[in-house]
Protein backbone atom coordinates (compact mmCIF):
# COMPACT_ATOMS: atom_id res chain seq x y z
CA UNK A 1 0.00 0.00 0.00
CA UNK A 2 2.82 2.37 1.25
CA UNK A 3 4.61 1.80 -2.24
CA UNK A 4 2.01 2.52 -4.50
CA UNK A 5 1.61 5.43 -2.96
CA UNK A 6 4.89 6.41 -3.12
CA UNK A 7 4.66 5.23 -6.78
CA UNK A 8 1.76 7.90 -7.24
CA UNK A 9 4.33 10.67 -6.10
CA UNK A 10 6.51 9.62 -8.41
CA UNK A 11 4.39 9.72 -11.42
CA UNK A 12 2.65 12.62 -10.71
CA UNK A 13 6.33 14.44 -10.05
CA UNK A 14 7.32 12.86 -12.92
CA UNK A 15 4.38 13.19 -15.30
CA UNK A 16 4.28 17.06 -14.30
CA UNK A 17 7.43 17.45 -14.92
CA UNK A 18 7.53 15.96 -17.87
CA UNK A 19 4.45 18.31 -19.48
CA UNK A 20 6.63 21.21 -18.80
CA UNK A 21 9.97 20.00 -20.18
CA UNK A 22 8.11 18.98 -23.59
CA UNK A 23 6.06 22.03 -23.50
CA UNK A 24 9.63 24.24 -23.41
CA UNK A 25 11.51 21.82 -25.85
CA UNK A 26 8.29 21.72 -28.33
CA UNK A 27 7.85 26.39 -27.53
CA UNK A 28 8.53 26.84 -31.34
CA UNK A 29 5.76 24.45 -32.77
CA UNK A 30 3.42 24.98 -29.21
CA UNK A 31 3.30 28.92 -30.20
CA UNK A 32 3.51 30.74 -33.75
CA UNK A 33 4.72 34.07 -31.75
CA UNK A 34 7.98 35.55 -31.46
CA UNK A 35 8.98 35.83 -27.50
CA UNK A 36 11.10 39.01 -28.01
CA UNK A 37 9.07 40.49 -31.20
CA UNK A 38 7.27 43.55 -29.58
CA UNK A 39 4.30 44.67 -30.94
CA UNK A 40 3.93 46.64 -34.16
CA UNK A 41 2.10 49.69 -34.31
CA UNK A 42 -1.46 47.94 -34.08
CA UNK A 43 -0.59 45.61 -31.05
CA UNK A 44 -1.98 45.90 -27.80
CA UNK A 45 -0.04 45.79 -24.94
CA UNK A 46 -1.17 44.38 -21.62
CA UNK A 47 -3.72 42.87 -23.39
CA UNK A 48 -5.72 40.33 -21.20
CA UNK A 49 -5.71 36.55 -22.27
CA UNK A 50 -7.60 36.27 -25.04
CA UNK A 51 -8.02 32.99 -28.33
CA UNK A 52 -5.03 34.86 -29.94
CA UNK A 53 -2.63 35.47 -26.99
CA UNK A 54 -4.14 32.76 -24.10
CA UNK A 55 -1.72 34.39 -21.22
CA UNK A 56 -2.40 37.39 -22.24
CA UNK A 57 0.76 40.21 -23.22
CA UNK A 58 3.07 42.02 -21.47
CA UNK A 59 4.65 45.73 -21.22
CA UNK A 60 5.60 45.77 -24.87
CA UNK A 61 2.91 43.38 -26.33
CA UNK A 62 4.58 40.08 -26.55
CA UNK A 63 3.29 37.08 -26.45
CA UNK A 64 3.41 35.91 -22.85
CA UNK A 65 2.45 32.32 -23.45
CA UNK A 66 5.34 32.35 -25.95
CA UNK A 67 7.64 33.87 -23.16
CA UNK A 68 6.44 31.44 -20.57
CA UNK A 69 7.17 28.61 -22.38
CA UNK A 70 10.81 29.59 -23.69
CA UNK A 71 11.79 30.94 -20.43
CA UNK A 72 11.13 27.13 -19.04
CA UNK A 73 14.09 26.33 -21.10
CA UNK A 74 16.09 28.27 -19.26
CA UNK A 75 14.94 27.48 -16.02
CA UNK A 76 14.71 23.95 -16.56
CA UNK A 77 18.05 23.58 -17.88
CA UNK A 78 19.85 26.18 -14.86
CA UNK A 79 17.97 23.54 -11.91
CA UNK A 80 19.08 20.39 -13.69
CA UNK A 81 22.70 21.49 -15.09
CA UNK A 82 23.41 22.87 -11.63
CA UNK A 83 22.57 19.71 -9.81
CA UNK A 84 24.48 17.62 -12.38
CA UNK A 85 27.28 19.78 -11.15
CA UNK A 86 26.43 19.85 -7.77
CA UNK A 87 25.52 16.32 -6.94
CA UNK A 88 29.37 15.53 -9.26
CA UNK A 89 31.46 17.78 -6.85
CA UNK A 90 29.35 16.77 -3.56
CA UNK A 91 29.87 12.84 -4.43
CA UNK A 92 33.46 13.39 -4.79
CA UNK A 93 33.90 15.16 -1.80
CA UNK A 94 31.93 13.01 0.45
CA UNK A 95 33.15 9.94 -1.17
CA UNK A 96 36.86 11.06 -0.52
CA UNK A 97 36.03 12.47 2.86
CA UNK A 98 34.05 9.20 4.32
CA UNK A 99 36.29 6.42 3.05
CA UNK A 100 39.70 8.25 4.20
CA UNK A 101 38.65 10.18 7.47
CA UNK A 102 41.29 11.39 9.67
CA UNK A 103 42.76 14.90 8.57
CA UNK A 104 41.25 14.73 5.20
CA UNK A 105 37.81 14.41 6.88
CA UNK A 106 38.25 16.69 9.10
CA UNK A 107 39.80 19.57 6.60
CA UNK A 108 36.80 18.40 3.65
CA UNK A 109 34.11 18.69 6.40
CA UNK A 110 35.18 22.42 8.46
CA UNK A 111 35.41 23.46 4.68
CA UNK A 112 31.80 22.65 4.11
CA UNK A 113 30.70 24.00 7.70
CA UNK A 114 32.34 27.34 6.55
CA UNK A 115 30.46 26.92 3.16
CA UNK A 116 26.93 25.98 4.94
CA UNK A 117 27.59 28.64 7.69
CA UNK A 118 26.89 31.42 5.27
CA UNK A 119 22.55 32.10 4.34
CA UNK A 120 23.02 31.06 0.95
CA UNK A 121 21.25 33.72 -0.87
CA UNK A 122 23.50 36.48 0.65
CA UNK A 123 26.77 34.96 -0.19
CA UNK A 124 25.37 34.09 -3.88
CA UNK A 125 24.37 38.09 -4.23
CA UNK A 126 27.96 38.78 -2.51
CA UNK A 127 29.63 36.54 -5.00
CA UNK A 128 27.69 37.89 -8.08
CA UNK A 129 28.79 41.62 -7.42
CA UNK A 130 32.01 40.59 -7.45
CA UNK A 131 31.80 39.97 -11.38
CA UNK A 132 32.01 42.78 -13.59
CA UNK A 133 28.53 42.14 -15.30
CA UNK A 134 25.79 39.60 -13.80
CA UNK A 135 24.32 36.53 -15.80
CA UNK A 136 23.65 33.34 -16.10
CA UNK A 137 26.82 31.87 -16.35
CA UNK A 138 27.62 33.37 -13.34
CA UNK A 139 24.85 32.39 -11.42
CA UNK A 140 25.44 28.73 -12.10
CA UNK A 141 29.00 28.80 -10.80
CA UNK A 142 27.60 30.64 -7.69
CA UNK A 143 25.04 27.98 -7.09
CA UNK A 144 27.55 25.03 -7.72
CA UNK A 145 30.27 26.29 -5.56
CA UNK A 146 27.59 27.01 -2.61
CA UNK A 147 25.83 23.79 -3.56
CA UNK A 148 27.81 20.72 -3.24
CA UNK A 149 27.61 20.72 0.69
CA UNK A 150 24.65 19.32 1.29
CA UNK A 151 25.29 16.65 -1.18
CA UNK A 152 29.23 15.85 0.72
CA UNK A 153 27.16 15.74 3.93
CA UNK A 154 24.72 12.88 3.07
CA UNK A 155 27.24 10.91 0.73
CA UNK A 156 29.91 11.49 3.78
CA UNK A 157 27.28 9.60 6.05
CA UNK A 158 26.45 6.89 3.73
CA UNK A 159 30.19 5.44 3.07
CA UNK A 160 30.61 6.17 6.85
CA UNK A 161 28.77 3.59 7.57
CA UNK A 162 29.21 1.73 4.28
CA UNK A 163 33.07 0.82 4.87
CA UNK A 164 31.94 -0.69 7.85
CA UNK A 165 30.15 -3.77 5.73
CA UNK A 166 31.56 -7.21 5.68
CA UNK A 167 31.57 -6.64 1.99
CA UNK A 168 33.83 -3.98 2.23
CA UNK A 169 35.59 -5.43 4.44
CA UNK A 170 36.04 -8.40 2.31
CA UNK A 171 36.97 -6.43 -0.39
CA UNK A 172 39.99 -5.23 1.38
CA UNK A 173 41.00 -8.16 2.61
CA UNK A 174 41.15 -9.52 -0.93
CA UNK A 175 43.53 -6.98 -1.87
CA UNK A 176 41.58 -4.44 -3.27
CA UNK A 177 42.85 -1.27 -3.72
CA UNK A 178 41.01 1.95 -2.58
CA UNK A 179 39.83 3.02 -6.35
CA UNK A 180 38.65 -0.32 -6.71
CA UNK A 181 36.47 -0.41 -3.25
CA UNK A 182 35.18 3.01 -4.00
CA UNK A 183 33.69 2.68 -7.52
CA UNK A 184 32.84 -0.57 -7.74
CA UNK A 185 31.31 -1.23 -3.40
CA UNK A 186 30.99 1.97 -2.18
CA UNK A 187 28.85 4.19 -4.51
CA UNK A 188 26.85 2.07 -5.97
CA UNK A 189 25.21 1.64 -2.49
CA UNK A 190 25.34 5.43 -1.99
CA UNK A 191 23.50 5.79 -5.03
CA UNK A 192 20.14 6.09 -3.44
CA UNK A 193 20.74 9.07 -0.76
CA UNK A 194 22.65 11.04 -3.26
CA UNK A 195 19.74 10.67 -6.16
CA UNK A 196 17.22 11.76 -3.73
CA UNK A 197 19.06 14.61 -2.52
CA UNK A 198 19.73 15.58 -6.29
CA UNK A 199 16.48 15.34 -7.33
CA UNK A 200 15.05 17.42 -4.50
CA UNK A 201 18.07 20.37 -5.67
CA UNK A 202 16.86 20.59 -8.85
CA UNK A 203 14.02 22.55 -7.23
CA UNK A 204 16.03 24.77 -5.07
CA UNK A 205 18.36 25.61 -7.89
CA UNK A 206 15.34 26.68 -10.49
CA UNK A 207 13.97 28.98 -6.86
CA UNK A 208 17.94 30.20 -6.48
CA UNK A 209 17.66 31.24 -10.30
CA UNK A 210 14.34 32.58 -10.56
CA UNK A 211 15.35 35.05 -7.21
CA UNK A 212 18.86 36.19 -8.23
CA UNK A 213 17.27 37.06 -11.85
CA UNK A 214 14.01 38.62 -9.95
CA UNK A 215 16.75 40.82 -8.57
CA UNK A 216 18.62 41.51 -11.53
CA UNK A 217 21.56 39.31 -10.95
CA UNK A 218 20.34 36.54 -13.37
CA UNK A 219 19.15 36.22 -16.58
CA UNK A 220 19.70 39.50 -18.43
CA UNK A 221 17.88 40.61 -21.43
CA UNK A 222 16.86 39.24 -24.10
CA UNK A 223 17.35 35.78 -22.18
CA UNK A 224 14.17 34.69 -20.81
CA UNK A 225 13.57 32.81 -17.23
CA UNK A 226 10.95 32.58 -14.95
CA UNK A 227 12.64 35.03 -12.52
CA UNK A 228 12.95 37.77 -15.09
CA UNK A 229 9.65 37.29 -15.83
CA UNK A 230 8.80 37.59 -12.76
CA UNK A 231 11.06 40.81 -12.22
CA UNK A 232 8.92 42.04 -15.65
CA UNK A 233 5.57 41.81 -14.38
CA UNK A 234 6.16 42.96 -10.48
CA UNK A 235 5.28 46.65 -11.60
CA UNK A 236 1.69 45.45 -12.69
CA UNK A 237 0.71 43.16 -10.53
CA UNK A 238 -2.45 45.46 -9.61
CA UNK A 239 -3.23 46.37 -13.45
CA UNK A 240 -2.23 43.52 -15.30
CA UNK A 241 -1.84 40.98 -12.95
CA UNK A 242 -1.60 37.97 -15.51
CA UNK A 243 1.68 39.15 -16.52
CA UNK A 244 3.52 37.83 -12.98
CA UNK A 245 0.70 35.08 -12.57
CA UNK A 246 1.37 32.84 -15.31
CA UNK A 247 5.30 32.61 -14.97
CA UNK A 248 4.93 32.48 -11.11
CA UNK A 249 3.21 29.39 -11.66
CA UNK A 250 5.26 27.41 -14.31
CA UNK A 251 8.13 28.03 -11.32
CA UNK A 252 5.14 26.74 -8.62
CA UNK A 253 4.47 23.69 -11.18
CA UNK A 254 8.12 22.58 -11.85
CA UNK A 255 9.11 22.82 -8.23
CA UNK A 256 6.16 20.92 -6.95
CA UNK A 257 6.79 18.26 -9.57
CA UNK A 258 10.46 18.01 -8.59
CA UNK A 259 9.07 17.87 -4.92
CA UNK A 260 6.56 15.16 -5.21
CA UNK A 261 9.44 13.26 -7.25
CA UNK A 262 12.16 13.65 -5.01
CA UNK A 263 10.12 12.57 -1.96
CA UNK A 264 8.40 9.90 -3.41
CA UNK A 265 11.87 8.39 -4.39
CA UNK A 266 13.24 8.95 -1.34
CA UNK A 267 9.90 6.86 0.17
CA UNK A 268 10.84 3.61 -2.12
CA UNK A 269 14.16 4.02 -1.32
CA UNK A 270 14.19 4.29 2.00
CA UNK A 271 14.42 0.22 3.96
CA UNK A 272 11.63 1.09 6.68
CA UNK A 273 8.99 0.91 3.69
CA UNK A 274 10.54 -2.24 2.04
Known amino acids: ?33 DPLEIAAGGGVTLERPTGAHPFGTDAL ?10 AGRVSLAVGVGVELLVALLGCVVGLVAGYYGGVVDGVLMRTTDV ?5 SLV ?8 FERPGLDKVV ?45 VLPNALGPLLVAATLGVGGNMIAEAGLSFLG ?41 VNLLGDGLRDLLDPRFQ
Open 1 to 33: MQITRHRRGIVAGGALLFVLAAAAILAPVLVRH
Open 141 to 185: LVLVALGWTTIARIVRGAVLSLKEREFVQAAQALGAGHRAIIVRH
Open 115 to 119: VMAFP
Open 217 to 257: LGAQSPTLSWGALLADGQTFLVSAPWVAIFPGVALLLAVLG
Open 61 to 70: GRDLLARVLW
Open 123 to 130: LAIGLIAV
